[in-house]
């Protein structure tokens, strides 16, 4: 049987015969590439592979429809991707101190403690949903009674029930982010939306379409990526009890073992590009205008550069994953997931002696001819 927690790689055949895998995607197809070495090349290749395209377009699916913000840095290319990148760099960082980590800490701690008096936790509402949102309260630098508002418009950004596009359910975020702006605007203050109106990019202030461009980003870039990593390593703690006790007698594993969790997990399936030009990718031809689809979960599944690559090999020392991306656009928000995982380990480790699935629906996402689980559309456990 099967375990709840595990991940099959749909794409292995197309991976090692073809090298590429087909999709539509509301009729603009997606030539996605498989392997992890073309993966890399074509992420590498800016110039021919471009994220500058129309807004919306490069994230499948597409969300051309849904918004005509561009996210920066994320749909810029060099060199003016440079330019925005060096300016939110640092914020970005701050995970890395002290008191940030401390917070994060104080905040995992308690829900920790509050899910450790149930019967059962639906993982994702009652769990990843609140630690995500109270966790981006800190990369905000805003006060921790926001997370209520966003944990109010639950686990998508973007979508809703039955519909995987919901321009509604969008400009609900839009609006938000609208009135953050200008409130910041009135009263300033340290928060990231203050911080962006302060900066200056090519010796110039961001426009307020700007600064909204890099908060949208951070809202939806951050969210069912960290949901999904948060519920899926639950579940995989759940089905290895070994594995927190491993991790409890050999603390210096951690850092190998997130990685080889976001390895496995993979939160983000593929992200696209427009190709500016003719080429071809594993001799299959590419048409400019075209997009390709930067396959992150298939190439790290790649057997010539993974040992027991479908395993989660906890100690895997050597760990070439591109789950956040790989390149100029490799993700900004690493250092921010890594901690929630890392203090996530680290309090299960110390508060946490077992925990069981009471009942589990899988998340199976339709790619093509390609079925890939994500993770859970719903999962109960108990935190004993």
Known sequence: MMEKSAISDPFEKARLEKGVGEMDDQNDPVTMVLGHKDVRKCAHNWKTYQSGAEPGRIVIPSEVNI???????????????????????????????????????????????EVLTKDSVEVIKE?????????????????FSESETWISWGTHVFRSEGNALDGDKANILYNYIDNEIEKSIQNPGKDLYSVLLASEVNGRKLTKEEVKGVVVLTFSGGRDTIINAVTNSIAYFSEHPKSLDKLRKEPELINFAIEELIRYFSPLTQMGRVATEDTQVCEHAIKAGTRIGLNWVSANRDA????????????????PHVAFGFGTHNCLGATHARQILKVLIKTLIKKVNSIEILD??????????????VGFDSINVKFN
């Open 67 to 113: 918004r005509d913000i561009r996210q920066i840095p994320f749909e810029v290319d060099p060199p003016m991707h440079g330019e925005y990148r060096a300016l939110v760099e640092q914020w970005f960082k701050r995970p890395l101190e002290a008191d940030y980590q401390a917070a994060l800490e104080k905040q995992i701690g308690a829900l920790v403690d």
């Open 127 to 143: 769990f990843s949903l609140i630690l995500q949102s109270r966790a981006l309260t800190l990369l905000f630098n805003v006060p």
């Open 304 to 319: 010539s550069v993974f040992e027991n690559a479908n395993e989660v090999v906890l100690d895997r020392k050597i760990n």
């Open 360 to 373: 589990a629906k899988e998340n199976i996402e339709t790619l093509g001819e390609f079925k890939r689980k």
